[in-house]
């Protein structure tokens, strides 16, 4: 077991070299947080409103959802958008189905390929409580947690700056709300880590925790 330790301390050294030294602040570093209030999901897809962020998020970014809805009927679902600021109707799609199926899903809207579900589970798909984290870097591609593992690793979404999202649930204006209380909880956060790494704290968070669990877990496996 000591040797597990020395190596998640020596983990932790490389992700976070300089806590000593005094911080500069990073200009690029730009966070935006809020809910999403229940009843702006009562709509369906066409007539979604695009909304735009105060700042254009890209070449580092990481966007945590936090599902607190009491969803209106079995059918209904929570849906977000991130649209991309360089291409229009270029977007990345989370899904997300009430309890108890709690079904979800990723889709991709790219240029050549169109509309592409990259991720789709029809059952225990997210974890209540937790977070799901799509963490994105220009060198490295789109990752992306439900909450309790990782469902995609490094997708290539051809370069991604997100300019604005949009929500809804409902599959047709005739149906039955698909919420009825609660929200969700949106986060946002980018910058480029060139201009200040401990300003980037939480996506080296992310990594260095990533790392750790996947050695405890081979290593419990071996043992």
Request: glycine content about 8%.
């Amino acid at each position: 077991m000591n040797y597990k330790i020395l190596i998640i301390f020596f983990a932790s050294l490389i992700f976070f070299p300089a806590f000593g030294q005094e911080m500069e602040p990073n200009q690029s570093l730009s966070v935006a947080r809020f809910d999403i209030d229940w009843d702006e999901f009562n709509l369906p897809s066409r007539d979604a409103v695009i909304i735009p962020f105060d700042d254009i998020h890209e070449t580092t970014w990481q966007v945590n959802f936090e599902n607190k809805l009491l969803m209106g009927n079995p059918e209904g679902v929570a849906v977000v958008r991130l649209h991309d600021a360089n291409i229009e109707d270029k977007f990345i799609e989370i899904g997300m189905g009430g309890i108890p199926d709690r079904n979800f899903w990723v889709a991709i809207q790219l240029p050549e390929e169109g509309y592409v579900v990259v991720h789709n589970k029809l059952d225990r798909g997210w974890l209540p409580g937790a977070k799901v984290i799509l963490a994105y870097a220009d060198t490295a591609g789109l990752t992306i947690n439900n909450g309790e593992r990782i469902v995609i690793t490094n997708l290539d979404v051809e370069g991604f700056a997100i300019k604005s999202y949009s929500v809804w649930g409902m599959k047709g204006s005739q149906d039955p709300p698909a919420t009825t209380a609660g929200f969700l909880n949106l986060e946002v956060l980018s910058g480029d880590p060139k201009d200040g790494p401990l300003h980037m704290f939480p996506f080296y968070l992310v990594g260095a925790l990533g790392i750790v669990i996947a050695f405890l877990l081979f290593t419990k496996k071996r043992d």
